[in-house]
C-alpha cells in the first residue's frame, strides 16, 4: 500500500465532509469512503512506478512544480480508467478522485513531502 491506514483514514474523512451519499447515514459513508480509498491507494500503488511513489516521502526529490497539474490531471485519468465506484455518480468520483489526488501530486513536487500535508487534511476534516 503506497499510504498508511491512517493517512487514509484522514483522506476519508476529509471527503466525507464534502461529499454526500444520499440515504447513507454519516457513520456509514465514513466506512464506505475508507474502502474507496483502498481502492485508490491499490491503483495508484500499481499505476505509480516505485520512484513517484518515494517522491511522496522525500523532499530533496521531486516532480518540477510547474509541471504538477498537468500530471494530477493524468494520474487522475488513469486512476479514474481503473476504478469504477457505482455508489458514487461521476461528479462525486471525479471530486473524490481530485481531492486525493492533487494533495499527493502536491507531496511529490520538489521540497515536499505528504507528512506536510497531513496536518492540513487533519484541521481540514475537523472543521
Known sequence: MLLTQDERKKFAVLVN???DIPLVPENLEQVIFEH??????????????????????????GIDKDQAREFAERLMDAINKRIDLPYLTEEQEGQLFRMVINPLVKAMTDGKQLSDLLPILKELSEE
Open 17 to 19: 465532509a464534502v461529499v
Open 36 to 61: 474507496a480509498l483502498a481502492s485508490i491507494d491499490v491503483a495508484l500503488e500499481e499505476t505509480l512506478p516505485p520512484p513517484f511513489q518515494e517522491f511522496m516521502r522525500d523532499p530533496s526529490k
